[in-house]
């Protein structure tokens, strides 16, 4: 199967060691001596809105991708998406 990185854009990003939505691939990164594609990052999520900045971005190596399908990407690796604190409401 071939793919655009374009295409990429549009992938939901899924780790496979727990099963956790870690995004869209929103970049890549790319070696250009060799002309291969090194990883692909995830943009932190923003904080209040993007008045805060962002939170850090989650770059997965190339090695650590293991499965890319038509609609998402799973890669093994031990980055887990942050969980928001829910308040008790009584």
């Known amino acids: ?38 990883a692909i990052v995830i943009y932190g999520r923003p904080k209040f809105f993007g008045l805060f900045g962002r939170q850090n971005d989650t770059v997965i190596p190339w090695a650590n991708i293991r499965l890319i399908g038509e609609d998402t990407i799973l890669v093994n690796c031990r980055v887990t998406a942050p969980r928001r604190k829910r308040k008790l409401i009584i």
């Open 1 to 38: 199967m071939a793919c655009r990185i374009a295409q990429l854009r549009h992938k939901e990003v899924i780790n496979e060691s727990d099963g956790a939505l870690l995004g869209c691939v929103d970049d890549v990164e790319i070696d250009t001596k060799n002309a291969c594609l090194v």
